[in-house]
């Protein structure tokens, strides 16, 4: 796949999962699921908006830009993720589409990760590759705070107990 291609594959990417994220964070009871998936939601927009700068300028100039930011901003998951679990104390209601989506999504990051992975190995640029690399240890970091969170949900005081927080309530 040609470099075009693979950004225009990318963008795709981003706006399916974007969408994905937005309709499950509406669906979602769950505070924990709906606000990963907000949080998701928003920075794979990011993402799209990011990449499909570069794609344009690329059309307009044939090669990587030197004008274009080679990092989007990172994502805070990671440390919502740990901030709830301090605040929530107990696993709030949950529902078998709340899991289903977790697994989908999931699935979606590590997909995104290899993909961004191998666009940023078969760059030449180092500039190109960096920005590639950055979107996949993103998606990386999408990924294993999406497995803690379903983790989480499937069974709290167990996920509580492999952290090293005895209780519930994180002590």
Known sequence: MDRMASIELAIK???VEMAFYT???RRSKNPLAKQIFEMLARD???HERRIKGLYEKLVGGGQWPADVPIEVA???VKGFFKGFLRRAGTGEEHDDD???ALKKAIEFEARGHDFYNKLAG???NPM???FFGFLADIEHEHHASLVDALAYLE???DYMARMGRGGLDGA
């Open 44 to 46: 794979e927009e990011e």
């Open 74 to 76: 990172g994502t805070s």
């Open 128 to 130: 190109e590759k960096k």
């Open 98 to 100: 709340d899991v289903a």
């Open 23 to 25: 309709n499950e964070a």
């Open 155 to 157: 069974n709290p005081e």
């Open 122 to 124: 078969a760059c030449t």
């Open 13 to 15: 990417n981003e706006r």
